[in-house]
């Protein structure tokens, strides 16, 4: 089994940057693909970024491409989120999620462990 710990969020203005941390311990973190979500109220949950497990392939969505970076550091078992330009339409709750496999996956029904989340404002 796999536990994953969110942390990182927190409130911003518009345009300004915040990088989220999902630190990950169970089982080997670098035999998974790592993916962020994120679901505002009234909204579906959505795809944000995905990376996989070597770190060599990442998924963007039009929404987010361009401002948000995903990356890993398997030594220290951490996945990031770095996200610039941050606008108020990125206010959400933001998921990090693991499942094993060797390439992009991009629904959410393709993860089995998932983070607590963490919530990220931006403010107009």
């Known amino acids: 089994q796999v536990q994953l710990v969110n942390s990182g969020g927190g409130l911003v203005q518009t345009g300004g940057s915040l990088r989220l941390s999902c630190a990950a311990s169970?089982?080997?973190?670098?035999?998974?693909?790592m993916g962020w979500f994120r679901q505002a109220p009234g909204k579906e949950r959505e795809i944000v970024a995905a990376?996989?497990?070597?770190?060599?392939?990442?998924y963007y969505p039009d929404s987010v491409k361009g401002r948000f970076t995903i990356s890993r550091d398997n030594a220290k078992n951490t996945l990031y989120l770095q996200m610039n330009s941050l606008k108020p339409e990125d206010t959400a709750v933001y998921y990090c999620?693991?499942?094993?496999?060797?390439?992009?996956?991009?629904?959410?029904?393709?993860?089995?462990?998932w983070g607590q989340g963490t919530q990220v404002t931006v403010s107009s």
């Open positions: 169970g089982r080997t973190f670098n035999s998974y693909a």
């Open positions: 990376i996989s497990w070597s770190g060599g392939s990442t």
């Open positions: 999620a693991a499942r094993y496999g060797t390439r992009l996956y991009t629904s959410d029904a393709e993860y089995d462990y």
